[in-house]
């Protein structure tokens, strides 16, 4: 599979480790990944700054923001202090930072961005996640004005829910790289 996009991957609160879906994409196609310096008890200005200079050093028309969980909320949070045009974002698994469920520590990433992006995007989340309800995720992607995708009973997406290597996260990625 062959990407013509500069792809960003941005992990959410803690990281992803080498198991999950993001690390295994950053390795197999040489993606980007934007580090954050704090990934435990983020600040959402110091996430929304490193994820603008991270963007800046591309062509930001050929960026496409691959986020999951936290960083959902700090692509958004981004893209309303920012407004620029990136290619798109592929938004997994979105934690509801209003919610109970939601961990202690971070700051700023409440409340939930719920502006139109200025890009496409397609937010994929789970009937089942432990951080988010159906119903506030498809909030989300209402409001960012992404095009929508469960995928049924997958937890958070990610490792402990059995999403090492995601094909079809893959194929959901590569309809942005596309265009759609």
Not at 25 to 38: C, L, M, P, S, Y
Not at 42 to 53: A, H, L, M, P, R
Not at 153 to 172: Q, R, T
Request: hydrophobic letters at 40%; one cysteine or more; charged letters at 20%.
């Amino acid at each position: 599979m062959v990407f013509n996009a500069d792809i960003l991957i941005h992990p959410g609160l803690g990281n992803s480790d080498q198991q999950h879906w993001q690390s295994i994409w950053e390795k197999q196609f040489n993606f980007t990944r934007i580090e954050q310096q704090d990934w435990e008890t983020s600040v959402c200005s110091d996430w929304i700054k490193t994820i603008n200079d991270y963007v800046n050093r591309y062509d930001p028309e050929n960026v496409i923001l691959v986020g999951h969980s936290l960083a959902c909320a700090a692509i958004a949070s981004w893209a309303k202090q920012y407004n620029i045009a990136i290619k798109g974002a592929l938004l997994v698994a979105p934690s509801d930072t209003e919610a109970d469920s939601y961990p202690t520590g971070t700051s700023g990433f409440t409340p939930m961005p719920l502006g139109k992006l200025p890009f496409k995007s397609i937010t994929v989340f789970s009937n089942n996640d432990f951080y988010v309800s159906r119903e506030r995720a498809s909030l989300f992607a209402d409001s960012w004005g992404s095009e929508i995708v469960n995928i049924g009973d997958a937890g958070h997406i990610n490792v402990s829910a059995g999403y090492g290597e995601w094909n079809e996260g893959l194929e959901l990625l590569k309809k942005l790289d596309a265009g759609y």
